[in-house]
């Protein structure tokens, strides 16, 4: 499986981003997807995770009621919509895949996209 994120950007406090996540290789239908960010100097955290179906989320306190994941399956897309944006959501977002129902364990996760830059200014 390879997944390759997209969107990332430069944008002012209070503004939007939408990342996706495009995989190839093998069909996402079966996997969790998740969400990570990683800032420098910090660990990798978890942001969000989607059951295979869809009708399960998941999202960490920081960014509950901001952002939103979803999928679409016949795409094998993932997105992330992130919304009211802070200085403390810049990071590296990465997507990654997973078989495994610890969600917001990155070390369950198999596969891994290799980033987009989001940069919130204040």
């Known amino acids: 499986v390879q997944l390759v994120e997209s969107g990332g950007g430069l944008v002012q406090a209070g503004g939007s981003l939408r990342l996706s996540c495009a995989a190839s290789?093998?069909?996402?239908?079966?996997?969790?997807m998740g969400w990570f960010r990683q800032a420098p100097g910090k660990e990798r955290e978890f942001v969000a995770a989607?059951?295979?179906?869809?009708?399960?989320?998941y999202y960490a306190d920081s960014v509950k009621g901001r952002f939103t994941i979803s999928r679409d399956n016949a795409k094998n897309t993932v997105a992330l919509q992130m919304n009211s944006l802070k200085p403390e959501d810049t990071a590296v977002y990465y997507c990654?895949?997973?078989?495994?129902?610890?969600?917001?364990?990155?070390?369950?996760?198999?596969?891994w996209g290799q980033g987009t830059q989001v940069t919130v200014s204040s």
């Open positions: 290789g093998r069909i996402l239908r079966s996997y969790i």
């Open positions: 990654a895949a997973t078989d495994r129902s610890a969600v917001w364990n990155h070390y369950v996760y198999d596969y």
């Open positions: 989607i059951s295979w179906t869809g009708g399960s989320t």
